[in-house]
């Protein structure tokens, strides 16, 4: 449904992918609390797959987008311009005061350079964070998206430096903190038990699990690297067993290789694409997690669970240097030194940063509210 509220006040929100989801929650809330900014949400489709949408949109409590550009897979090229096709009249008909985009995927670039060129305001949540490794296809998503915006939200300190490098003025950036934690904050209560999940399983081990999850083209994509991953993360499900949900690319790559069938062994418990509220328990509950999921490294950080992240780098460093996870590759002989490390030493305590606090969508909303010249809720109730 069309917002019918003053046009320039309605704030155009794009998702498209599972990440996404988590991110833009928090913010709708905000911005249906603080009152004077209406979020219209248009989601492109770039995830399509039930398990990867609508448990998210359930467990988050988001509304149903009010257009879908269902725009599914294909190479980059063919997935962006196919987006920044059908995403202009949706722009055109909206007509809204701003476009907020969040995270670093191929929607969040689209929908961002669509609008940009018909001189719309774009908001990025979640910028300045660099790999600093452009094979990623995010990186580049990242840096292009940054240039583009006109209001920066960041999540740590480091991502200040990396904008003033490239010469974006610090008067269109704040340090506003993680909106991925809000949405842990809002919904770890109702996290799902692991025992209802592993139920199948043979329930939860005795002494424990480790969490895995993998979908990054560098991880997955060639069987040459893939292959012996697997095998080093076996070798550790034989002293924890490792709770691994399936990515979809993951499951295909896994198919194509031959690998399906070496999951089916003691030392994994193979589950399908979980829902939020699913990885919650199973995270809050694991002893380690192997991960190269960004929102992952963030999330255990927030938890205080140890993680190996499953990557040669990391845009968001301030996981290693206050939070819970450590860098540790691809390599078989890295991932078993990691692995003896934390049996050794119980792994990394870490503390959660400054601003992960559950409340990053507020400042976002009052800070975007007074960017656009739009009263505060409550303090202008005779405004317009
Ligand atoms: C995308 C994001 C990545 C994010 C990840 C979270 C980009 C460049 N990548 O990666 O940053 O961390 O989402 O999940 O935007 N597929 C399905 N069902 C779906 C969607 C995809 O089966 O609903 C399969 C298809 O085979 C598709 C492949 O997954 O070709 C890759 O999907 P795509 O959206 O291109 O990238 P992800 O790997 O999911």
Redesign the pocket.
Known sequence: MMNSGSPERVILCVV????NFVKIAPILSALRTEGSLRAYLCHTG????P???DSFFRDLDIPSPDSRLEV???S?AI?TAEIMRRFEPVLDACRPAALLVV??????LATALVAAKKGVPVVHVEAGLRSFDRTM??EI?RILTDQLSDLLFVTEPVALDNLAREGIPASRVRLVGNVMIDALHRQIAMATPPSQLLEQQGGVPPDGYAVLTL???SNVDDPAVLRPLLEAIRTIGRQLPVVFPV???T??RLEAAGLLDRLASPEFRVLPPVGYLDILGLVRDARLVLTD???LQEETTALGIPCLTLRDNTERPITLSEGTSTLVGNRPEAIAAAYDDFRRTGGKRGRVPALWDGRAAERIAAELAAWLGAPLAGKHPSSP
């Open positions: 498209g992918a599972r990440p770039q995830h399509y797959d398990e990867l949408n599914g897979s294909g980059h997935q995270g670093d995927v191929n929607s969040t296809p995010e998503n979908h990054r083209p990515h979809p690319r499951k295909a999921s960004g929102g």
